[in-house]
C-alpha cells in the first residue's frame, strides 16, 4: 500500500519570503500522480499543483513549484513570495496511474501560517 | 458552475443514531468520491463511484456505512447505528473521465462535519 508522510505539522513564513514544505512517499509502482492540495480555514480544499511521475521537469504554477526527486520518492512545494492567502494546512496526495484506481492518498498535513 | 455541494454541512446526533448526508457534484463529472477526514489527519478515502457504479471501496467502510449514487447524479452517503469514533469532516469530490491522467483532477465540496455524542 502506499503511504504519504508529511514530517512538518507546522511551518511559518514572512509575508513575501519562500518556504518550502516537505512530502515523501512510499509506493512500488513505476507510474503515478502527485499532488499538493491547500486547504484553507473552513473553506473547502483546492488543487495547488500536480506532477506526473513519467515527466521529468518539475511543475510550476505562478508562485508555486514543486521539487519531484523520483529516486528519493520526494516532493516538496515551495511557495514564492508567500501572501497572507497562502495560509492554510497544505496536503501532499499520491494517486496511482494503474487503472481503476482513482482514490488519493494523502499525507497527514502540513500547517501554514503567514506573518505580516 | 455551482460547484460541489454537501448538506448538512454539520450534524449532531446521538451515538445509536443513523445519518444520512447528501452530496451534489459538478453537473458534468460522472465520477464522485467520499472521503473521511478526522482532526489532524489527511483525508482517508471511503469509496468512489464512477456514474451509478460503486468502484471501489476502503475497508475503512464497515457494514454500517453505505453509499448510494442511484441516477449517477447526487450520493448519499448513510451511517447506521452512529458511534462516538465516527465523528470526522465527510468529504465528497468529484472528477470526469475523459480527460487524460493527472488532469481528471477531483475537486472537493466543504464538507459535512458530523459530531456524534
Known amino acids: ?116 | 458552475d455551482t460547484g460541489v455541494s454537501q448538506d448538512p454541512r454539520h450534524k449532531i446526533t446521538k451515538r445509536g443514531q443513523n445519518v444520512t448526508f447528501r452530496c451534489d457534484p459538478i453537473s458534468e463529472h460522472n465520477r464522485l468520491y467520499w472521503y473521511r477526514q478526522t482532526l489532524g489527519q489527511g483525508p482517508e478515502f471511503l469509496t468512489y463511484f464512477q456514474n451509478e457504479a460503486q468502484l471501489e471501496k476502503s475497508r475503512l467502510l464497515s457494514d454500517r456505512f453505505s453509499a448510494e449514487r442511484p441516477k449517477g447524479s447526487f450520493s448519499t452517503l448513510e451511517i447506521q447505528r452512529t458511534e462516538q469514533g465516527d465523528s470526522a469532516m465527510y468529504l465528497c469530490a468529484s472528477s470526469r473521465t475523459g480527460t487524460s491522467g493527472s488532469r481528471n483532477e477531483q475537486f472537493f465540496g466543504p464538507g459535512t462535519r458530523l459530531t456524534v455524542l
Open chain 1, 1 to 116: 500500500a502506499q503511504t504519504v508522510t508529511q514530517s512538518q505539522p507546522e511551518m511559518s513564513v514572512q509575508e513575501a519570503e519562500t518556504v518550502t514544505l516537505s512530502c515523501t512517499y512510499d509506493t512500488s509502482e513505476s507510474d503515478y500522480y502527485l499532488f499538493w492540495y491547500k486547504q484553507p480555514p473552513s473553506r473547502q480544499m483546492i488543487l495547488v499543483i500536480r506532477q506526473e511521475a513519467y515527466k521529468q521537469q518539475n511543475a510550476t504554477e505562478n508562485r508555486f513549484s514543486v521539487n519531484f526527486q523520483k529516486a528519493a520518492k520526494s516532493f516538496s512545494l515551495k511557495i514564492s513570495d508567500s501572501q497572507l492567502g497562502d495560509a492554510a494546512m497544505y496536503f501532499c496526495a499520491y494517486r496511482s496511474a494503474r487503472g481503476g484506481s482513482e482514490k488519493l492518498v494523502f499525507g497527514k498535513g502540513t500547517k501554514l501560517t503567514v506573518n505580516p
